[in-house]
């Protein structure tokens, strides 16, 4: 567990020691990739010191209509109210298995066209 440390300017371990953020970002690993493809990832990036990976969790290019690769969309009707269980269940278990890795995701929860469709194509479901 990672926390603020006492003079706020850095992370820290809950055992005080610094926390080195060193990062890959891999906006689309939660969408994209098979579990199998995900795990050789991060064990890659595990391997070679890498500490957080950067993901978001509702993607970018067409996020909430293309299904994942286990053919699952995040939402239900682009209902953030409704999120998918089994999509959800996904990005649960790659969290999970980063963690075994020693990794941090650093999770972006959605891409900005979905607040506002000038960042991208939307749609905006966050709005009211």
Same mark, same amino acid.
């Given at each position: 567990?990672?926390?603020?440390?006492?003079?706020?300017?850095?992370?820290?371990?809950?055992?005080?020691?610094?926390?080195?953020?060193?990062?890959?970002?891999?906006?689309?690993?939660?969408?994209?990739?098979?579990?199998?493809?995900t795990?050789?990832?991060?064990?890659?990036?595990? /391997?070679?010191?890498?500490? %957080?990976?950067?993901?978001v969790? !509702? @993607?970018?290019l067409? &996020? +909430? $209509?293309?299904?994942?690769?286990?053919?699952?969309?995040?939402?239900?009707?682009?209902?953030?109210?409704?999120?998918?269980? /089994?999509?959800?269940?996904? %990005?649960?278990?790659?969290?999970? !298995? @980063?963690?075994?890795? &020693? +990794? $941090?995701?650093?999770?972006?929860?959605?891409?900005?066209?979905?607040?506002?469709?000038?960042?991208?194509?939307?749609?905006?479901?966050?709005?009211?």
């Amino acid at each position: 567990m990672l926390k603020i440390s006492e003079n706020r300017r850095f992370l820290v371990h809950d055992d005080g020691t610094p926390f080195f953020y060193l990062g890959d970002t891999a906006w689309e690993l939660l969408h994209r990739l098979t579990y199998e493809e995900t795990a050789r990832y991060l064990a890659d990036r595990a /391997a070679k010191g890498f500490t %957080v990976i950067q993901a978001v969790v !509702l @993607a970018e290019l067409d &996020g +909430l $209509h293309t299904p994942n690769r286990n053919g699952d969309v995040p939402l239900i009707d682009d209902d953030p109210t409704q999120p998918n269980e /089994a999509y959800f269940a996904h %990005v649960d278990a790659v969290v999970a !298995l @980063a963690a075994s890795l &020693g +990794l $941090h995701i650093g999770m972006l929860p959605t891409w900005g066209d979905k607040w506002n469709v000038k960042w991208g194509v939307g749609p905006e479901i966050f709005t009211p």
